[in-house]
């Protein structure tokens, strides 16, 4: 039903909003190899205030809808985002996607309890993969200050 898209709308702003910070670490590589990101095309500064906003409203809509799941995510990652939007530091930058979708993950976990396993077996693979692959230590956390 048309329903369906409506209530979607705040997991798809609180999506975008993290995908628009993911943008801004690699600005400079993107830029140099002329990939045109929204954090290219936008630059910085106004990226991560488009992802703040874009988070509010994820949170104003889920409320709204009275869907908790996505209140609560959007609502614990709203701090991060305001914090990277107002200090324009690279540290909360990362920390506002990673956190933000550790939030998600972490709550849809407590739901589907099987999700854990599943979330696991995928850090666990990804860890070894970097580091065989690539010789890092991948995923990490708001490690570029």
């Known amino acids: 039903s048309d329903a369906v898209w409506l209530f ?3 997991y798809v702003l609180a999506v975008s909003a993290i995908y628009l910070n993911t943008t801004i ?19 910085g500064r106004a990226t991560v ?8 409203l994820s949170f104003i809509l889920a409320a ?3 869907d908790s799941l996505a ?16 200090s324009g ?10 956190a ?17 396993a599943l979330l696991l ?8 993969y970097y580091k065989w692959r690539f010789d890092i230590d991948y995923p990490r956390f708001a490690d570029r200050a």
């Not at 701090?79 to 939007?85: I, K, V």
């Not at 530091?89 to 990673?98: A, D, I, K, N």
């Not at 077996?121 to 070894?128: C, E, G, K, P, Q």
């Open 25 to 43: 670490p690699d600005y400079a590589s993107d830029r140099a190899t002329g990939n045109i990101t929204t954090g290219v095309f936008l630059g």
């Open 64 to 66: 709204s809808f009275s």
């Open 100 to 116: 933000g979708a550790l939030v998600l993950v972490l709550l849809l976990g407590l739901i589907f309890p099987v999700y854990f």
């Open 8 to 10: 979607s709308l705040p």
């Open 71 to 86: 209140a609560v995510a959007s609502g614990c990652s709203l701090p991060l985002f305001l914090a990277a939007a107002l």
């Open 49 to 56: 205030w488009l992802a703040l906003a874009l988070m509010l």
């Open 89 to 98: 530091r690279m540290r909360w930058t990362m920390l506002s996607y990673q």
């Open 121 to 128: 077996v995928t850090f666990v693979s990804l860890r070894f």
